[in-house]
């Protein structure tokens, strides 16, 4: 059992201390009056900085990242993250800037975030973005915010409802309902796209938009896209991009050019950053000209060879999130699209596609795929043929390729797919390394039926075994509390 | 640079191996006058020799703050990190890692954040933290989200001018929900109007708000506000700064139901304004409420201590359409950070620092008044004051000419920030040029 940083710390053991500052050192007892002061003190560890280094390297080593392997977990964009990146964001020239400094003091800064504006909007067929949202949910989020002051600008107030197709990603009916719209879900066809008919029957002047993933959670294009354009706009709704798939066609086709309104990106995913453990990421949202206005404050401009800050936006949504974003993540994203240029991220998209139908040809002889034709740069197994006579669950499977020394792919998602795991190489896979991963799974597929024992107890090999998360959830412990 | 590993004889393997004959048939099901017929408009790929170079220019376009000495505040702090959180958070185990969704091999993740909830509750003196929320801003508007949706039908927030204005432009962005009628009252000599804030507390009150210190660096005084907004069977809120926590009395000890704030100052660079991460905290009773992902501790098949994800049902991946939050990515790295800061500086380190902070901004007190210049408002302050200046854009120009990141400029003075990195020199600097004993 690892000892919790609580456990082993050592009264008097830290050495931390500033420099002398050559001044009286006041009593705050008699420079503040009582009640603003603390009574009880906080309580936090004690512990000398050797073994609180080994402490989080003893961590470290109980994670595992893209750094460690294959890391197929669909809709996640677990790519390679390039080092020079890291290292990028890490000059104090961009890592040491405060977000009030006058622009004069920040021009390098300001050129590169004005520069994303615009490499993105190209990118995607938009015609200006903000960089501020601080993840892909955020990015929805301000998208949304954004379709809501459009209607009301227009005077249009009964557009209290957003449509969402039933394949995506749960983050889409959050936000909708976040931001007071009722959820009206669209059915996806037998052909896993959206189901036009059931689009039509809905589509009316209560509704605000329709939250669109292309390629779907799936992994298969809207192949009738400009279709779907034509029936939200006919009735006045506006389509929203939501852009965690985008390096399915990233450098190949534009939402832009598909008929969508307002899209958001994750840098995190797309544009290769780190994804950080769960954060920080980033979610810039692009729009067509006529929802400009409704970006919010500030953005980056250009005048006269200077960049700035320009607040001067009264239609504007207000902000999102304090300051302009988070930069460091941005430099990175910034870093990696410089290196790859737009024929770079062509090829990257085209890689990744190519991995994913590779890995879908592969696995089609042991496993079921529910949709199975080309993908783009993810797609679909479950563990139909696993099922029976041992009763082998996708969950069961996940945690075999544990033993296996790999990442499981994402489980149960989407929800119209029974028993779900969605595969997404990416494009920063060798082939080796996925017919590692693809023997594994002919591995595990064989010892389902015929050792079904090791799916069932998996992981076997790992630090602990299946947690009780019913338990973690009936009688929540999360605090350490001295015993 | 190219990052994809199979040159184009493996690929075209690959290809052959399904029966395709190019890249391009891979596409197939995009219609033809949907693709990019010459390409994305960006400028030409980059060596990566060249492109550290180009990086290296762009960031000595910069005036930074290891360069010059930086006053600013105002939300953002210019702390000293330990080198050992910025070696740590390099191993690429954790950075690499998405969100620890298969708890059997995240256990480091896990644990990390366990930690850094812990750390989160002794701090604010709360009962439950979240794993961490975007930033100070957000995590305000989220808890006053929180408190709209209690179920009571309750939608006024009461709120003082004197919360960061960023703040504010958040919290009424998020209330394009509708669900949340945000009310700001007029401070008064740079603090919270305690008086005109009770005065509107009804029972339409979900929750009233304060900023501990506020935007101005003055300290707020919500004890009566406390008693008035819980007698009215609302929410009291408080946004604090985490580091002066090791001195000012806790959220806990004011009786706030929940404490949220900005954690750059944490061990997080300035960057710009981001990543940072935002902390939440909260009574237990509003557990079940919490936005964001929660770590638990529980057993697993063995007995054995373990950490997991825990109270999901809150979140967007079960009752989608009826999420309160939707907030899926936080801010873990920073999130590891701060834990790390808070275990390499300790919790006498912690006090070290708040206190040297508060012993300069009071030296800091001392010259701007030999130096002829008058404090905006006569209230206590923490670390951080407004000076009155009648051309602050013009002091600043002048500090910057001088070598110095000036202040925050308000409309008739400029707020300054003195934490542990300045020394008694600098600000000896800072004021014989605002008191114009420096020439241009």
Redesign the interface.
């Known amino acids: ?2 000892k ?3 456990e082993k710390g050592v009264k008097g053991s ?1 050495s ?4 002398e ?3 009286a ?2 009593d ?1 007892n008699q ?3 009582p ?13 000398s ?1 050797v073994e ?2 080994r ?14 392997g294959f ?1 197929p ?1 669909g809709s ?1 964009t ?5 080092k ?1 990146n ?17 622009p004069e ?5 300001l ?2 975030y004005y520069e994303m504006q615009e ?1 993105l909007a ?2 995607t067929g938009m015609d200006g973005f903000t960089l501020q949202p ?5 990015g ?2 301000v998208g949304v ?1 954004i379709i ?2 459009y209607h009301l600008n227009n005077g249009d107030k009964a557009r209290t409802k957003m449509m ?1 197709p039933d394949s995506a990603h ?2 889409n ?8 719209f009722d ?1 009206i879900e669209v059915k996806s066809n037998p052909r896993g796209l959206v189901d036009l008919d059931d689009l039509k029957s809905k589509m009316n002047e209560e509704v605000a938009g329709l939250m669109l993933t292309n390629p779907n959670t799936l992994g ?2 809207e ?1 009738e ?2 279709d779907i354009a034509a029936i939200v706009h006919e009735a006045g709704g506006l389509l929203y991009y939501d852009g965690a798939n985008l390096n399915g ?1 990233v ?4 939402p832009g ?2 008929g969508f309104d307002l899209v958001h990106v994750n840098l ?1 995913k797309t544009f ?1 950053t ?8 980033s979610g810039p949202v692009g729009v067509k000209a006529h929802l400009l206005p409704f970006l ?2 500030p953005l980056v401009v250009k005048k006269e060879e200077q960049y700035t800050f320009d607040y001067d936006r009264p239609l504007s ?13 941005i ?1 990175k994203a910034y ?1 990696y ?12 998209c ?2 990744a ?3 994913a ?2 890995m879908r ?1 592969q696995l089609r002889e042991d496993y079921n795929i529910p949709l199975d034709r ?1 993908c ?1 740069h993810e797609f679909i197994i479950n563990s139909k043929k696993q099922a029976d006579p041992h009763g082998i669950s996708t969950m069961d499977i ?2 075999r390729l ?1 033993d296996y020394g790999y ?2 792919p ?1 489980v149960y998602f989407p929800l119209i797919i029974s028993e779900a795991m969605m595969i997404e190489p990416t ?5 080796e390394r996925m017919d590692d991963f693809i023997a594994a799974m002919k591995s595990i597929a064989k010892e389902a039926k015929e050792t079904p024992e090791l799916l069932l107890g998996a ?1 076997h090999n ?8 019913v ?3 009936r009688k ?5 509390e001295a015993p | 640079m190219k990052y994809t590993p199979n040159p184009p004889w493996v690929a075209q393997d690959m290809l052959n191996s399904m029966g395709l004959n190019s890249l391009d048939d891979l596409f197939d099901d995009i219609k033809d006058d949907l693709k990019l017929k010459k390409g994305l408009n960006l400028p030409p790929a980059m060596g990566e020799m060249e492109l550290r170079r180009y990086m290296k220019d762009l960031a000595a376009r910069n005036i930074s703050t290891e360069e010059y000495p930086c006053f600013l505040g105002a939300g953002a702090y210019d702390r000293y990190i330990p080198a050992a959180v910025e070696q740590l958070l390099l191993r690429s185990e954790f950075y690499t890692a998405y969100t620890p969704y298969q708890p059997e091999i995240s256990q480091g993740i896990l644990q990390s954040i366990f930690e850094y909830q812990t750390m989160i509750c002794k701090l604010t003196g709360m009962d439950v933290s979240n794993a961490s929320m975007y930033d100070g801003g957000s995590a305000l508007a989220e808890a006053c989200n929180l408190a709209c949706n209690s179920g009571k039908g309750r939608r006024k927030i009461i709120i003082p001018d004197t919360v960061h204005p960023e703040y504010l432009k958040i919290l009424q962005a998020y209330s394009l929900s509708g669900r949340m009628e945000v009310l700001v009252v007029p401070g008064r000599e740079g603090a919270a109007d305690i008086d005109a804030m009770i005065a509107e507390i009804d029972d339409q009150t979900a929750a009233a708000v304060i900023q501990q210190p506020n935007f101005f660096g003055v300290l707020e005084n919500g004890e009566r506000l406390e008693r008035a907004v819980h007698a009215n069977k609302g929410l009291f809120i408080m946004a604090v700064e985490p580091v002066s926590l090791a001195v000012l009395k806790s959220p806990g000890e004011w009786g706030a139901d929940i404490a949220v704030g900005e954690g750059q100052p944490l061990g997080c660079s300035l960057s710009l304004g981001g990543p940072y991460l935002g902390f939440f905290a909260a009574r237990r009773e509003l557990m079940r409420k919490l936005p964001g992902r929660i770590v638990g501790e529980t057993t697993d098949l063995d007995g054995k201590r373990s950490y997991v994800l825990t109270l999901q049902a809150r979140e967007q991946h079960i009752r989608r359409e009826k999420a309160g939050s939707n907030i899926c990515s936080n801010e873990a790295l920073c999130a590891l950070a701060a834990g790390m800061y808070l275990a390499f500086v300790g919790e006498e380190g912690l006090k070290e620092i708040a206190l040297r902070s508060h012993q300069l901004a009071l030296y800091a007190e001392e010259q701007a008044k030999s130096a002829g210049l008058e404090l905006k408002y006569q209230q206590p302050y923490f670390m951080e004051f407004a000076v009155k200046m009648s051309d602050p854009a013009a002091a600043n120009r002048k500090l910057l000419a001088n070598g110095i990141i000036g202040g925050y400029q308000l409309e008739d003075a400029l707020l300054l920030a003195f934490t542990e990195k300045r020394s008694r020199d600098e600000i000896d600097r800072l004021f014989a040029v605002l008191g114009g004993k420096v020439d241009e």
């Not at chain 1, 964001?89 to 977000?99: D, M, V």
């Not at chain 1, 009916?173 to 007071?180: D, E, F, R, Y």
């Open positions: 059992m690892s919790l940083i609580f830290n931390f201390s500033l420099p500052a050559g001044l050192q006041p705050i420079t503040l009056p009640i603003f002061l603390r009574h009880q003190a906080p309580d936090l560890p004690q512990i900085e609180a280094v402490h989080y390297t003893e961590l470290s080593q109980r994670a595992y990242g893209v750094d460690n890391y977990l996640c677990m790519k390679y993250s390039p020079i890291e290292w990028a964001a890490r000059i104090p020239g961009l890592a040491a800037l405060h977000p009030y400094q006058a003091t920040i021009q390098g800064a050129q590169l490499i190209e990118i601080a993840a892909g949910a955020h929805e989020m915010m809501k002051a969402v749960g983050t009916p959050a936000t909708a309902n976040m931001i007071g959820v298969l294009f192949e896209i400009e066609v450098g190949v086709a534009r050019d598909m995190h290769s780190p994804h950080g453990g769960g954060g920080p990421g919010p404050i949504i207000g902000k999102a999130k304090n300051f302009y974003g988070n930069f460091g993540v430099v870093a699209i410089k290196a790859l240029g737009g024929e770079g991220l062509k090829d990257a085209q890689n596609v190519l991995n139908n590779y040809h080309l783009k996940a945690k544990i990442h499981p994402t494009e920063t896979e060798s082939k992981p790992a630090v602990i075994r299946r947690v009780d998360e338990k973690a959830a929540p412990v999360v605090k350490w």
